[in-house]
């Protein structure tokens, strides 16, 4: 995620910049990167290393441009979208039209770009998601651009590892968004391919708190499948 970060500015800087390092530097230009990452809901986790490998990277290269005397800094402005697509999408409105701010890293899921491509896309904003892997998103010529395996290329390599490792049966199950459902269908037909039997579960609502149904819908399966095929 830091090399991710630290490329984009480096490659910003180089354009813009160009001063030489005894080069007075009187007016600092700010460019501001936005963040869209989930740091208090879903998958927090990722959103909160990703919200401080980007405050590191901008340290590096802040100092840099520093060094060489650039008229350029970086500045961020990270907004927490919860993993939810109506956040997504107030987010990236919110720092375009009130902050300028043109270059996003995230949104991590599959849902949230989907949910702001379109407007990426009418305002030539820059979006480069550490997340999303839904294949439906792999679209030519549009602003977002990604940096995970997209789901068929994940789901054959997880579908041959799991069947190399003498599982027969895969029970799946996912949340309601294009990359994760995007995942369990690639999974089921990769690993059907291979002869292996795939029970694909319903997907469960992206607002569902209460998991008690579904677990023990998975303990039933798990022990039928468990009296066939063995633990």
Known sequence: MKKIIFAIIAILSI????????KEVKDVKTI???????????????????QEAMNLALVDVNNYLRETGSEYQFETVVYDTQLDTSSAKS?????????????FIGPQSSAEVAAIREYANNNNILIMSQGSTASSLAIPNDAIFRFCPGDAVEGAAMSRTMYTNGKRVVISLS????????????????????GGQVDAISPYA???????????QLRTKIQQYSTTYGA
């Open 206 to 216: 992206t607002n569902q708190s209460d998991f008690t149904a579904i677990i023990q």
């Open 32 to 50: 501001k990167i936005g963040g869209l990452f989930s740091i208090t809901g879903n998958w927090s986790s990722l959103g909160k290393n990703s």
């Open 175 to 194: 949340r309601n968004d294009a990359g994760n459902i995007g995942l369990q269908t690639s999974v089921g037909t990769s690993f059907s391919a291979l």
């Open 15 to 22: 354009s813009l910049s160009g001063c030489k390092k005894d």
């Open 91 to 103: 987010a990236i409105q919110l720092g375009f039209s009130q902050k300028d701010v043109r270059f």
